[in-house]
């Protein structure tokens, strides 16, 4: 598994990816009569196990970023990702308000954060980070955006999954970034989980399917755009034309 991984680990991320958007539609098969919120927690853990067993084989835990403060570095990088969830509050305002929501929603969000870091910046990247850090990370934005289109199977209108697969290869260059620089996965955890929070609060709704508005539609890529901007920042040496007078100097 090890050999294969280190080999083809484009491959290899490609397959986990395939085999995440293809658990709804084999469990809606398998259990017809289950809630699609039971099944979406469902496949969160399956994917959080699998995520994690295959870390713990290949004894990548800590080089995937789940490691202790003393390896961790530039912290103050992860600053965009609690100001950009505090502008669109300013903006969009509060809508939940029911305070058992409000509590209800914690563990949901911080599983989400752990099930999409673990295996994105995780073990996706500790996979590909061989073959440079750039690559790494554009390949694994892209993949992260690719696993939305399960969505549609959970009943997602097509038009707006189209705008979250956009969305999150964008922001994902962002957080791939972050995680380079800062050498952890922990931060991104914790600042994925807040910034899904915010998208429920702001919505009123937990299981969004579709886009509410323009104005929504819009705000999510100027917001995906700027960490999109933020992650080729702070990858700026790592970019082709950077490197190449780097060589000419």
């Keep these: ?23 709804f539609p084999l469990l809606t098969w398998l259990l017809p009569t289950v809630d ?5 927690l469902l496949i969160m853990f399956e994917m959080i196990g699998t995520a994690g067993a295959l870390l713990w084989l290949m004894g990548w835990w800590r080089e995937a970023g789940f ?23 300013a903006i969009l305002g509060i809508k939940m308000t029911e305070p058992g929501q409000l509590l209800g929603l914690i563990p949901v969000v911080l599983l989400i954060g752990i099930q999409e870091e673990m295996i994105f910046r995780g073990l996706a990247m500790r996979a590909l980070l061989p073959g440079g850090a750039l690559r790494a990370v554009l390949i694994t934005s892209v993949l992260f955006g690719v696993m939305h289109f399960g969505n549609l199977f959970g009943g997602a209108d097509l038009t707006y999954t189209v705008v979250q697969v956009i969305a999150s ?4 260059v962002g957080l791939g970034a972050i995680r380079v620089r800062t050498k952890t996965t922990w931060g991104l955890v914790v600042l994925h989980a807040i910034n899904d929070y915010v998208m429920f609060i702001t919505r009123d709704e937990v299981n969004v399917t579709q886009a509410q508005s323009t104005f929504l539609l819009v705000g999510k890529i100027v917001y995906t755009v700027v960490m999109l901007g933020y ?13 190449k007078k780097a060589v000419a100097a």
């Design 1 to 23: 598994m090890k050999r294969f991984v280190s080999e083809r680990p484009v491959l290899f991320s490609s397959l986990y990816v395939a085999h995440t958007i293809a658990l």
């Design 67 to 89: 490691n202790r403060p003393s390896a961790w570095r530039e912290m103050h990088l992860h600053w965009i990702g609690l100001v950009l969830p505090a502008c669109v509050i």
């Design 231 to 243: 992650g080729l920042y702070l990858l700026r040496d790592e970019l082709p034309f950077r490197a």
């Design 169 to 172: 290869i964008l922001g994902a």
């Design 36 to 40: 699609v919120m039971a099944l979406k």
